[in-house]
Nanobody
Framework: VQLQAFGGGLVQSGGFLRLSCAAS????????MGWFRQSPGREREFVAG????????GYADSVKGRFTISRDNAKNTVYLQMNSLKPEDTAVYYC???????????????????WGQGTKVTVSS
């Protein structure tokens, strides 16, 4: 599966953005999906994940209540709605796919075999 993320940009603190990740190749619905981010000097971190059918989601504590992951299998796309953005959310955001069926806490531990290029999000204070 090939992944392409887009939707990043510059936004003020308290603002919102919606990231999208379009997939092509093998059946999109056969992949669990995740969003990760990496800021300069820091390791890549898990942000959110969603199961194949969309019925199970998981979030990092730092974004819980502010970010929402969703997917549209008919459009081969996964989304990350980011509200109440903070300067510490500034990072390059990546989408990733895992061919295993992941649910609940498993979304945090997936190997995520396939990665798209990142899209940069900058939140100004």
């Amino acid at each position: 599966v090939q992944l392409q993320a887009f939707g990043g940009g510059l936004v003020q603190s308290g603002g919102f953005l919606r990231l999208s990740c379009a997939a092509s190749g093998r059946s999109f619905s056969s992949y669990s999906m995740g969003w990760f981010r990496q800021s300069p000097g820091r390791e890549r971190e898990f942000v959110a994940g969603i199961s194949r059918g969309g019925g199970s989601t998981g979030y990092a504590d730092s974004v819980k209540g502010r970010f929402t992951i969703s997917r549209d299998n008919a459009k081969n796309t996964v989304y990350l709605q980011m509200n109440s953005l903070k300067p510490e959310d500034t990072a390059v955001y990546y989408c990733a796919a895992d061919s295993s069926p992941l649910y609940g806490s498993g979304l945090f531990r997936g190997t995520y075999d396939y990665w798209g290029q990142g899209t940069k999000v900058t939140v100004s204070s």
